[in-house]
């Protein structure tokens, strides 16, 4: 983290507390920037840095990840109303957000249920689809496969899974690598026992999208959830909607093209904020 950064914690309904790392200039306009499962807010410090100079930026850690509160099941599990919350706190105006994966998911639902309360949106291959049969116990079980990988991987070291991912995907971001480690291992595994993400619901959900909102996605073949078709029906729905590819890239599109995901997301934010 870099050392002019500053780091606290806010208090949400519930008693549920959200840590979260600032660049830290409240005269310029704020970006918020919602991470994806497993990972941690400081899984975007890369592409911070390289925005900051524009923008005071918060990164913050969900709810059951990175230093923010355990999963509780006796507490609400509303990623959404977290976001909001956090945005309340910290009397940010109208920020920017941006969201990956589940990040996305939660910053789309923002924007729906709090059209005045932001700018725009910037959403990396949200895990939109079409309806299928059984597509809830379908989800439990993916969730339930992926909490066995955390689990796996919390008994390998911070070094031994960066090694292990850069040899998996040569062509990951290095530098994002210690942060994305890290944050398996102070990922809570109980939150995949409650997170669900409903994506084949998303028409509904971005027909009430008023913000400007663009959508990055990469190569299907290589993972990436948005289909061309989906991402060009998106934008029809949209009501100020930009669709973005990036080849190359499969569903992390930031952590495997940083440099046109960077250059696409900055002339967006140019233009919109």
Not at 88 to 94: P, Q, R, T, V
Not at 122 to 143: G, I, M, S
Not at 182 to 191: G, I, L, M, R
Not at 247 to 269: D, I, K, N, W
């Amino acid at each position: 983290m870099r050392n002019d950064w500053t780091q606290g914690t806010v208090s949400v309904d519930d008693g549920i507390e959200l840590f979260y790392t600032r660049t830290g200039n409240s005269d310029k306009p704020a970006l918020v920037m919602a991470h994806g499962i497993t990972d941690n807010g400081l899984c975007w410090h890369q592409f911070a840095s390289d925005l900051e100079a524009d923008f005071d930026i918060i990164m913050y850690d969900a709810y059951g990840h990175g230093k923010s509160s355990r999963v509780d099941p006796n507490k609400r599990f509303d990623l959404i109303e977290d976001l909001n919350e956090l945005i309340d706190a910290l009397n940010l105006e109208k920020p920017g957000v941006i969201g990956f994966s589940m990040g996305a998911v939660t910053a789309a639902g923002f924007a729906a249920r709090y059209p005045e309360k932001l700018t725009a949106l910037v959403l990396e291959d949200p895990p939109w689809h079409e309806p299928q049969e059984e597509d809830e116990e379908k989800e439990t079980a993916r969730n339930q496969a992926k909490k066995k990988q955390n689990l796996a991987a919390k008994k390998k070291t911070v070094k031994e899974l960066q090694k292990l991912k850069l040899k998996e995907s040569p062509n990951w971001e290095e530098a994002i690598l210690p942060e994305w480690a890290q944050s398996k291992h102070e990922f809570d595994p109980a939150f995949f026992d409650h997170f669900r993400v409903n994506g084949s619901n998303w028409r509904g959900l971005v027909n009430t999208i008023s913000v400007p909102t663009l959508i990055v996605t990469g190569d299907n073949e290589l993972g990436a959830h948005i289909t061309p078709s989906l991402g060009v029906e998106a934008i029809q729905l949209l009501d100020k909607g930009e669709f973005g590819h990036i080849s190359g890239a499969g569903h992390c599109v930031r952590y495997e093209q940083y440099q046109p995901y960077l250059t696409m997301v900055q002339l967006f934010l140019k233009r919109n904020m």
